[in-house]
Nanobody, 126 residues
Framework: QVQLAESGGGSVESGGSLRLSCVRSGYAFSHYCLGWFRQPPGKERERVATISGRGGTSYTDSVLGRFTISRDNAKNTLDLQMNNLKPEDTAPYYC????????????????????WGQGTQVTVSS
C-alpha cells in the first residue's frame, strides 16, 4: 500500500496553466502504474493520463496536446503539467497508483487502481 498526496491545484482563467504534483510514501515507486483522474461535478470519475513504470504515457483525447504527465522514480513524485486550461477541465484531480508486473498500466477505469490521494481542486473560469 502507498500513501499519495496531491498539491498544486488552484483557480485560473481559461488559457492558463497549472502544475499538479503527487508525492508518495510506501513501496518502490517504479513498480507502480501511476495516473491522474478527475471527477467533474455530476459526472463519474475519469482518467486524465497514465504513465507506466517504464515511462509509457496515455492520455484521454480531450487533454491531448495540452497536458503532460511525468514521473521521477528517484524522487517518488508524479506531475501533471496542464496548459491551455479550459472551463471543462474544472474538477477535483486525484493521483492514483496500482502495483503491477513491470509497472504496466491496467487501463483507464478507476476500479483498476487501488491507491488514491485525497484530491486537489482545479477551477478554470471563462
Amino acid at each position: 500500500q502507498v500513501q499519495l498526496a496531491e498539491s498544486g491545484g488552484g483557480s485560473v482563467e481559461s488559457g492558463g496553466s497549472l502544475r499538479l504534483s503527487c508525492v508518495r510514501s510506501g513501496y518502490a515507486f517504479s513498480h507502480y502504474c501511476l495516473g491522474w483522474f478527475r471527477q467533474p461535478p455530476g459526472k463519474e470519475r475519469e482518467r486524465v493520463a497514465t504513465i507506466s513504470g517504464r515511462g509509457g504515457t496515455s492520455y484521454t483525447d480531450s487533454v491531448l496536446g495540452r497536458f503532460t504527465i511525468s514521473r521521477d522514480n528517484a524522487k517518488n513524485t508524479l506531475d501533471l503539467q496542464m496548459n491551455n486550461l479550459k472551463p471543462e477541465d474544472t474538477a477535483p484531480y486525484y493521483c492514483a497508483a496500482v502495483l503491477t508486473p513491470s509497472g504496466a498500466c491496467p487501463g483507464d477505469r478507476p476500479y483498476n487502481y487501488d491507491n488514491w490521494g485525497q484530491g486537489t481542486q482545479v477551477t478554470v473560469s471563462s
